[in-house]
């Protein structure tokens, strides 16, 4: 073989494409004396309220910090259930964990692969016995695509119980022509180097409209001061730093063209995929989908994988084993009525083909190729 490995995702190809601005952020960063918490923080936050279209933005260390800040800011932990799903990034149910609640793991619709909202109805409207209240819902809008939101948004006003996004793998993606992460109380995203817009590190920001939830959480990440030195509440340390976020601002001003090139990739998947076995990723009607990942279903997941594999062609799996089969959680935590059947069988299918905006046309069109070789 002597074509080049295409890799599933590239992070540093994200850095190449816009090096020169991020090494100047960088310097800007590093010369101006000042490393967490200071103006290239408060303008990333500035500028990533202003593009989503929340009034707030708070930076964190993480994504999955940015759910625990949104959970602990609304007072949701010890002695409540947060229902959520279990085809997810772990992160989504340890952040329910750190705040102190009892995750409950509700199943997928299989063609999207996002909450079954009929099923958040039932558990809402009758709560699993020996479970505390549930008070709040986490939508995760997998893959880069909105959950089914507004029967989701429904069923958590009828009881009075608050709907979280998790955004970590859908920025800049719609519903009804407006932003995830604008539809919840609050929303939390993930600035992981994979992400759709990723930091060259760690880092997390959430976004909220609610001007006091927003500065009671900005207290928490820094200890819970208001003022230096003397803790208003009971806070954590989750910062986002300087250098990550005057990279993120560079970072930012390429997002909407990395989505667009993002779904021009899908589209040409999808067509060299028509008239073959396997079938694209369904598309939620009236919103659009940002392609976090490219996700194909095949009962012969292992096998498709090799011959991509043989043709240089480097594939992913999100996720391989549910979060509720994990040892860590396995056994322990509850499950809604459903069983998360759809989720284990969904598990053992799914795989994720090439997905980020540097993708070249030439590698593209060879994935393209070795996806029409599939159907033969
Ligand atoms: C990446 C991700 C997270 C966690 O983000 P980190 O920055 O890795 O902590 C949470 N939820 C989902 C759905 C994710 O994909």
């Given at each position: 073989m002597t074509e080049s490995m295409i890799p599933q995702a590239n992070p540093g190809a994200g850095y190449l494409a816009q090096k020169e601005a991020i090494d100047a952020a960088v310097q800007r960063a590093l010369g101006s004396g000042w490393y967490i918490l200071g103006k290239e923080g408060e303008a990333f936050e500035r500028e990533f309220a202003a593009w989503l279209g929340t009034t707030?933005?708070?930076?964190?260390?993480?994504?999955?910090?940015?759910?625990?800040?949104?959970?602990?800011?609304?007072?949701?932990?010890?002695?409540?259930?947060?229902a959520t799903v279990s085809h997810t990034a772990v992160a989504t149910v340890a952040a329910i964990e750190m705040a102190g609640a009892v995750p409950l793991l509700l199943d997928i619709d299989p063609d999207t692969y996002t909450m079954d909202p009929d099923e958040l109805r039932a558990v809402l409207e009758d709560p699993p016995p020996g479970l505390p209240p549930i008070r709040a819902a986490i939508a995760v809008h997998l893959y880069g695509q909105a959950c089914d939101l507004d029967p989701m948004l429904e069923a958590c006003a009828a009881n009075g119980v608050a709907l979280i996004e998790d955004c970590a793998q859908s920025h800049g993606a719609t519903l009804h022509g407006r932003k995830l992460g604008t539809f919840g109380t609050a929303a939390a995203f993930s600035l992981y180097p994979t992400k759709n817009l990723g930091a060259l590190g760690d880092g997390g920001v959430l976004a909220t409209d609610d001007f006091e939830l927003a500065d009671r959480i900005a207290a928490i990440r820094q200890y819970g001061w208001k003022e230096r030195y003397v803790s208003a509440m009971v806070g954590v340390n989750s910062?986002?730093?300087?250098?990550?976020?005057?990279?993120?601002?560079?970072?930012?001003?390429?997002?909407?063209?990395?989505?667009?090139?993002?779904?021009?990739?899908?589209?040409?998947?999808?067509?060299?995929?028509?008239?073959?076995?396997?079938?694209?990723?369904?598309?939620?009607v009236d919103a659009e989908h940002v392609f976090h990942q490219y996700v194909l279903r095949s009962p012969h997941r292992s096998d498709l994988m090799a011959r991509l594999r043989a043709e240089g062609i480097g594939t992913g799996i999100h996720y391989p084993v549910p979060?509720?089969?994990?040892?860590?959680?396995?056994?322990?935590?509850?499950?809604?009525?459903?069983?998360?059947?759809?989720?284990?069988?969904?598990?053992?299918?799914?795989?994720?083909?090439?997905?980020?905006?540097?993708?070249?046309?030439?590698?593209?069109?060879?994935?393209?190729?070795?996806?029409?070789?599939?159907a033969g």
């Open positions: 707030r933005a708070v930076g964190c260390a993480n994504g999955t910090d940015a759910l625990a800040l949104v959970l602990r800011g609304m007072g949701i932990g010890e002695g409540m259930t947060v910062r986002l730093d300087e250098v990550q976020a005057a990279i993120l601002r560079v970072k930012l001003t390429a997002l909407d063209a990395g989505n667009a090139r993002r779904r021009e990739i899908a589209a040409a998947y999808d067509a060299a995929l028509a008239g073959g076995p396997l079938a694209a990723p369904e598309r939620r979060v509720h089969l994990q040892p860590a959680y396995e056994d322990r935590v509850p499950l809604g009525p459903a069983g998360c059947a759809e989720t284990a069988r969904a598990a053992q299918e799914v795989f994720s083909l090439p997905m980020y905006p540097e993708l070249t046309e030439a590698q593209v069109e060879r994935i393209c190729a070795a996806l029409r070789g599939l």
